[in-house]
């Protein structure tokens, strides 16, 4: 006797390649039919929106302010970076011994 999930894996299988067969037999069109295709009819132009290109300038201004500001804080701190000393010292030994680890709590029960 063939077990269920034989069954079901063959079933998906030979759905799987007969897919295959027949995409590879008739691949599908991208073309697209004339009448299928929108009527666009004729384009009109129009003067682009003052209020837009107003808000677009301010936003490029408020950028380049941030900008600007972002580059002098760099630099700012990397004029201090040659004078930066590491949290430790140098003349500390480093830790040879053994290191105690937290011992292992018993879980609480209520």
Do not use: C, W
Not at 12 to 29: D, F, K, R
Not at 40 to 46: I, M, V, Y
Not at 54 to 83: F, H
Not at 89 to 106: M, N, Q, V, W, Y
């Amino acid at each position: 006797m063939i077990g269920s999930h034989v069954a079901i894996f063959a079933v998906l299988t030979a759905a799987t390649l007969a897919g295959y067969i027949t995409y590879l037999v008739h691949p599908p069109s991208t073309q697209v039919a004339d009448n299928q295709r929108p009527h666009l009819g004729k384009l009109t132009l129009s003067a682009p929106d003052i209020t837009a290109l107003k808000s677009a300038d301010t936003q490029s201004v408020e950028n380049e302010k941030a900008a600007v500001a972002y580059l002098e804080a760099a630099q700012a701190i990397l004029r201090r970076a040659p004078t930066a000393q590491a949290s430790a010292s140098a003349d500390e030994l480093p830790i040879t011994g053994r290191i105690p680890l937290p011992r292992k709590r018993p879980i609480p029960r209520p």
